[in-house]
Nanobody
Framework: QVQLVESGGGLVQAGGSLRLSCAAS????????MGWFRQAPGKEREFVAA??????????YYADSVKGRFTISADNAKNTVYLQMNSVKPEDTAVYYC?????????????????WGRGTQVTVSS
């Protein structure tokens, strides 16, 4: 099973930026989609963004709540997926998790992901 380790979380003021990283133990995202999810206290884990490789092209997908503010990217050489978070809002406060998909297609469903990191806390102050 792929080991995933998130980092980069912390405390940031509203309107600021943060970049999360997810290091994978194997070259998984040449063949499989990767996703970022988040979970706020008392809420369900929700989809944030996904990136999928198909025919040598990276496809990206975003939740409506983060579209235009967050950017997902991948670096094959470093086995790392990133989530650049700009113009953050207090409602972005959550534990952020990265995960590997069972296929090369990006998905917003948690059920399509089979390996998860332990998460990194992001707190946005108003």
């Amino acid at each position: 099973q792929v080991q995933l380790v998130e980092s980069g979380g912390g405390l940031v003021q509203a309107g600021g930026s943060l970049r999360l990283s997810c290091a994978a133990s194997a070259r998984t995202f040449r063949d499989y989609a990767m996703g970022w999810f988040r979970q706020a206290p008392g809420k369900e884990r929700e989809f944030v963004a996904a990136i999928s490789p198909r025919n040598g092209v990276w496809y990206t997908y975003y939740a409506d709540s983060v579209k235009g503010r967050f950017t997902i990217s991948a670096d094959n050489a470093k086995n790392t997926v990133y989530l650049q978070m700009n113009s953050v809002k207090p409602e972005d406060t959550a534990v952020y998790y990265c995960a590997t998909s069972r296929s090369s297609y990006g998905s917003s469903s948690r059920l399509d992901y089979d390996s998860w990191g332990r998460g990194t806390q992001v707190t946005v102050s108003s």
